[in-house]
């Protein structure tokens, strides 16, 4: 059974930077698109960055700038490095992978609080 696996979340001051890491197992991992995504409470969940395995990447509006998605195929692990962190940013990140036919897996989700 696939499993992803969040680290790194935690309590920081708005300003402050923190990296989220998701490692993969049982899974051909560059053949999936890995994505972080958030859910803060009363909201849905959304998108944050996602990449692919050639390493294009896509971001939120809110967090262009501010994180970077990133990956590493041999460890089948990829991050997000959140700099520059606001309140507004609280929430529980969740690390995704997304394959064909539209097999999708989920962690357990991380939570990061930013406080002010």
């Known amino acids: 059974q696939v499993q992803l696996v969040e680290s790194g979340g935690g309590l920081v001051q708005a300003g402050g930077s923190l990296r989220l890491s998701c490692a993969a197992s049982?899974?051909?991992?560059?053949?999936?698109?890995m994505g972080w995504y958030r859910q803060a409470p009363g909201k849905q969940r959304e998108l944050v960055a996602s990449?692919?395995?050639?390493?294009?990447?896509n971001y939120a509006d809110s967090v262009k700038g501010r994180f970077t998605i990133s990956r590493d195929n041999a460890k089948n692990t990829v991050y997000l490095q959140m700099n520059s962190l606001k309140p507004e940013d609280t929430a529980v990140y969740y690390c995704?992978?997304?394959?064909?036919?539209?097999?999708?897996?989920w962690g357990k989700g991380t939570l990061v609080t930013v406080s002010s």
């Open positions: 995704h992978a997304g394959g064909l036919l539209g097999i999708e897996y």
């Open positions: 990449i692919a395995g050639s390493g294009n990447t």
């Open positions: 049982r899974v051909i991992f560059s053949m999936y698109v």
